[in-house]
C-alpha cells in the first residue's frame, strides 16, 4: 500500500530547539496540505503545496513556521524557536488536483 | 469564515445498534468528505460525498448541498468503531482546504 506517510511519528523536543517533520505523499498526486490537530478538536489547515509551489499559507503558520516541496514529491515542515503552544498532532494529506484528500498517520510534537 | 458542525457531540451505543450522525455547515462548499478518527489519530477516509448518497458497507452517507447537511449511517454497530467521527468540507476555491467540523465521539459498548 503507498499510503501517505510521515515521519517521525513522534517527536519530543524541549523549548527553543528546531524540529523538521517529513511527509511522503501518494505517488500520483500532485497536492499535498498540512494541518494542526491539537487536543480535542479538528484539524485545522496550515499551508498547501501543487506541485513545488506553495500557493497558501494559514494565519496560524507564523513565520517560526516554513514549508518546502522542493521537487513535488515529499514536503518538509520545520519549526525553529519551538514553544510549547507548539505542542499538537501535524498531519499531512494529499490529493489530486480538487480531489479527496488521503491522510498520513501523523506526527505528534511534545514541546517540553 | 465558514461553520461546521456535528451533532450529536457524544454518543453511546450497545453493539448492534444503528446511529445517525450529522453535519450541518453554514455556506456553500466545494466538497465534503466523513472520516473516523482512530485511537491512534489516524484519519480514516469514510465517504467523500459533495452530494447525493453513497454505501460502504454497514456505513452509508447523504449530503444535500442545497440545504447544507449531511448525514453518516452506521448500522448494527460494532465495539471497532467506536472513535471520533468529523466531516469536513472542501472550500477556499482553488485550494480546496479542508474545514473540520466538531467531531462526534463514538463509544459502542460490547
Known amino acids: 500500500d503507498t499510503g501517505v506517510s510521515q515521519n517521525p511519528r513522534h517527536k519530543i523536543t524541549k523549548r527553543g530547539q528546531n524540529v523538521t517533520f517529513r511527509c511522503d505523499p501518494i505517488?500520483?498526486?500532485?497536492?499535498l496540505y498540512w494541518y494542526r490537530q491539537t487536543l480535542g478538536q479538528g484539524p485545522e489547515f496550515l499551508t498547501y503545496?501543487?506541485?513545488?509551489?506553495?500557493?497558501?499559507k494559514s494565519r496560524l503558520l507564523s513565520d517560526r513556521f516554513s514549508a518546502e516541496r522542493p521537487k513535488g514529491s515529499f514536503s518538509t515542515l520545520e519549526i525553529q524557536r519551538t514553544e510549547q503552544g507548539d505542542s499538537a498532532m501535524y498531519l499531512c494529506?494529499?490529493?489530486?488536483?480538487?480531489?479527496?484528500?488521503?491522510f498520513g498517520p501523523g506526527t505528534r510534537l511534545t514541546v517540553l | 469564515g465558514i461553520q461546521v458542525e456535528q451533532s450529536p457531540p457524544d454518543l453511546i451505543l450497545q453493539e448492534g445498534a444503528n446511529s445517525t450522525l450529522r453535519c450541518n455547515f453554514s455556506d456553500s462548499v466545494n466538497n465534503l468528505q466523513w472520516f473516523h478518527q482512530n485511537p491512534w489519530g489516524q484519519l480514516i477516509n469514510l465517504f467523500y460525498?459533495?452530494?447525493g448518497t453513497k454505501q460502504n458497507g454497514r456505513l452509508s452517507a447523504t449530503t444535500v448541498a442545497t440545504e447544507r447537511y449531511s448525514l453518516l449511517y452506521i448500522s448494527s454497530s460494532q465495539t471497532t468503531d467506536s472513535g471520533v467521527y468529523f466531516c469536513?468540507?472542501?472550500?477556499?476555491?482553488?485550494?480546496?482546504?479542508?474545514?473540520f467540523g466538531t467531531g462526534t465521539l463514538l463509544a459502542v459498548q460490547p
Open positions: 505517488s500520483e498526486h500532485n497536492r
Open positions: 469536513a468540507v472542501g472550500v477556499g476555491g482553488a485550494t480546496n482546504k479542508l474545514i
Open positions: 503545496f501543487q506541485n513545488e509551489a506553495q500557493l497558501e
Open positions: 494529506a494529499s490529493s489530486l488536483l480538487h480531489g479527496e484528500q488521503f
Open positions: 460525498i459533495p452530494s
